[in-house]
């Protein structure tokens, strides 16, 4: 019987019992805690593989995003399963994959927007409340079901050190200047604990790629500034091959202050954004059966490199 849910929302305390679970049954599967953010709930990070070459995959840096946590979960499951049995995994065999490559991922970087979004949080819960309190000065954005932004009001993709004061330039001339639901980019880069914690990861591990999965769109993004990247757009395309998604420009508004546009800056290897999905966000759980068939072969490319 599968560990992981895919047919109810993945709220934070689920996500991290869903950890647990899966490291119990498959005793290679590591884990760790990154951090505790700002109201008490953990960041958790999973390794599977002992190769050489280090990839971090990350989900649900925005809270109505959340359908990308049981991605990395059930791809997580997956590929221990095929490991354990010594099988494959799109077509690829998973013991000389894991062997060959070390995969990290973040299932949830947003617990505690997760929670707001899934209805854990009620009306009259002091974290409730502090959200709406916020999301009474941008009426125009549903609540809470248009909340992307942590609890403090920050969106966590555009609180990152590329980029990031032409990003507070734009969101502030669109009216994002203080905590929101959407788009407001903190008093400064790595302000947020979920934010510092994925950077200080990603910096222990300095990986060879980063994928970050959104939603919606399904579209892939591997640009940032004018750096060239090599083997980035060739990689993308492999990426585009084996999920029909196709390879965008970022809006310009959009350009800045993400994960991926820091890690490209930092590192100069490959990063991207993954836009899974189509419709509005949060996307209905029944796209999900859709989404995971479309995004293993990115997962398991993404791996082999």
């Given at each position: 019987?599968?560990?992981?849910?895919?047919?109810?929302?993945?709220?934070?305390?689920?996500?991290?019992?869903t950890v647990e679970k899966l490291a119990e049954k498959y005793p290679f599967i590591?884990?760790?805690?990154?951090?505790?953010?700002?109201?008490?709930?953990?960041?958790?990070?999973?390794?599977?593989?002992?190769?050489?070459?280090?990839v971090i995959y990350s989900a649900t840096h925005h809270a109505n995003e959340w359908?990308?946590?049981?991605?990395?979960?059930?791809?997580?499951?997956?590929?221990?399963?095929?490991?354990?049995?010594?099988?494959?995994?799109?077509?690829?065999?998973?013991?000389?994959?894991?062997?060959?490559?070390?995969?990290?991922?973040?299932?949830?970087?947003?617990?505690?927007?997760?929670?707001?979004?899934?209805?854990?949080?009620?009306?009259?819960?002091?974290?409730?409340?502090?959200a709406l309190g916020f999301a009474r000065n941008y009426p125009d954005i549903p609540?809470?079901?248009?909340?992307?932004?942590?609890?403090?009001?920050?969106?966590?993709?555009?609180?990152?050190?590329?980029?990031?004061?032409?990003?507070?330039?734009?969101?502030?001339?669109?009216?994002?200047?203080?905590?929101?639901?959407?788009?407001?980019?903190?008093?400064?880069?790595?302000?947020?604990?979920?934010?510092?914690?994925?950077?200080?990861?990603?910096?222990?591990?300095?990986?060879?790629?980063?994928?970050?999965?959104?939603?919606?769109?399904?579209?892939?993004?591997?640009?940032?500034?004018?750096?060239?990247?090599?083997?980035?757009?060739?990689?993308?395309?492999?990426?585009?091959?084996?999920?029909?998604?196709?390879?965008?420009?970022?809006?310009?508004?959009?350009?800045?202050?993400?994960?991926?546009?820091?890690?490209?800056?930092?590192?100069?290897?490959?990063?991207?954004?993954?836009?899974?999905?189509?419709?509005?966000?949060?996307?209905?759980?029944?796209?999900?059966?859709?989404?995971?068939?479309?995004?293993?072969?990115?997962?398991?490319?993404?791996?082999?490199?």
């Amino acid at each position: 019987m599968a560990i992981v849910p895919t047919d109810v929302p993945m709220t934070a305390q689920l996500c991290a019992s869903t950890v647990e679970k899966l490291a119990e049954k498959y005793p290679f599967i590591r884990t760790e805690r990154l951090a505790t953010t700002a109201f008490g709930r953990t960041i958790y990070a999973m390794a599977i593989g002992t190769g050489p070459r280090r990839v971090i995959y990350s989900a649900t840096h925005h809270a109505n995003e959340w359908i990308t946590t049981p991605l990395l979960l059930k791809f997580a499951e997956e590929y221990a399963e095929a490991i354990g049995s010594d099988t494959d995994i799109f077509q690829q065999p998973a013991r000389a994959l894991s062997a060959a490559a070390t995969i990290y991922m973040v299932p949830m970087v947003d617990p505690d927007g997760v929670d707001l979004v899934t209805g854990v949080l009620q009306p009259g819960n002091d974290q409730y409340e502090r959200a709406l309190g916020f999301a009474r000065n941008y009426p125009d954005i549903p609540f809470p079901s248009g909340w992307k932004a942590n609890l403090n009001g920050v969106d966590l993709n555009l609180n990152y050190p590329a980029g990031w004061l032409m990003a507070r330039e734009i969101k502030f001339r669109q009216g994002y200047t203080s905590p929101a639901p959407r788009d407001y980019v903190g008093r400064a880069p790595l302000t947020q604990i979920e934010t510092q914690a994925l950077y200080d990861y990603t910096q222990r591990i300095s990986p060879e790629l980063v994928l970050a999965f959104h939603t919606q769109g399904e579209v892939i993004y591997y640009q940032y500034g004018g750096i060239e990247v090599p083997g980035a757009e060739e990689l993308a395309q492999r990426f585009a091959a084996v999920s029909g998604y196709a390879i965008e420009d970022v809006p310009f508004n959009s350009s800045f202050a993400g994960y991926k546009d820091w890690f490209i800056q930092e590192f100069r290897r490959p990063g991207y954004t993954i836009e899974v999905g189509a419709g509005i966000n949060p996307l209905p759980l029944s796209q999900f059966d859709g989404i995971y068939k479309d995004n293993l072969g990115i997962l398991v490319t993404a791996a082999t490199g």
